[in-house]
T-cell receptor, first 114, second 110 residues
């Protein structure tokens, strides 16, 4: 079965640069969630989208923005990168919103900021 | 079919007392469990987690207990504070799936 696809899998950027992470949900899933997992930490919820509209907002810094497109893929845009942004970013997708439900998450994008 | 169940939709506790939030699961393949807290109009905030190889994890006022044989975990908050009033979600991971319960609304009264 098709799973959640994230690209790129690895990304190295320098401080103050920008990065764009992409997430392609499981076919027919209409909800996408973004999480940030720092080294040795558990996943922190960043933001979610349902039917291309932002549904929940968590601990996402103002330097980050995200959107969901008409084909339901989502992009997380990160600007003015800081060393502390180095983390594993994974997205998850599910069918339907209203509750956190059953989310399937992708393999993640490992971002390293130097 | 709901694989992670929080059977109590709401709980009311007096400030200073212990809050116990319960969670049951059906999938024995779950190997990692998390608790999230959610305020209205905000996204969930991670609280505490536990690996299936442990039976207890403590972080400040929060302790999570895991009983694998009963497929049950619980979150203890001691002492409870009014600021703890929120919806608490139990979640479990198996492979690439993250399953959330429907949440328990905790109200801590002064």
């Amino acid at each position: 079965a098709a799973g959640v696809i994230q690209s790129p899998r690895h990304l190295i950027k320098e401080k103050r640069e920008t990065a764009t992470l992409k997430c392609y949900p499981i076919p027919r899933h209409d909800t996408v969630y973004w999480y940030q997992q720092g080294p040795g930490q558990d996943p922190q919820f960043l933001i979610s989208f349902y039917e291309k509209m932002q549904s929940d907002k968590g601990s996402i810094p103002d330097r980050f923005s995200a959107q969901q497109f008409s084909d339901y893929h989502s992009e997380l845009n990160m600007s003015s990168l800081e060393l502390g942004d180095s983390a594993l970013y994974f997205c998850a997708s599910s069918l339907g919103a209203g509750s956190l439900g059953e989310q399937y998450f992708g393999p993640g994008t490992r971002l390293t900021v130097t | 079919d709901q694989q992670v169940k929080q059977n109590s939709p709401s709980l009311s506790v007096q400030e200073g007392r212990i809050s116990i939030l319960n969670c049951d699961y059906t999938n024995s393949m779950f190997d990692y469990f998390l608790w999230y807290k959610k305020y209205p109009a905000e996204g969930p905030t991670f609280l505490i987690s536990i690996s299936s190889i442990k039976d207890k994890n403590e972080d400040g006022r929060f302790t999570v207990f895991l009983n694998k044989s009963a497929k049950h975990l619980s979150l203890h908050i001691v002492p409870s504070q009014p600021g703890d009033s929120a919806v608490y979600f139990c979640a479990a991971i198996s492979g690439y799936a993250l399953n959330f319960g429907k949440g328990t609304s905790l109200l801590v009264t002064p």
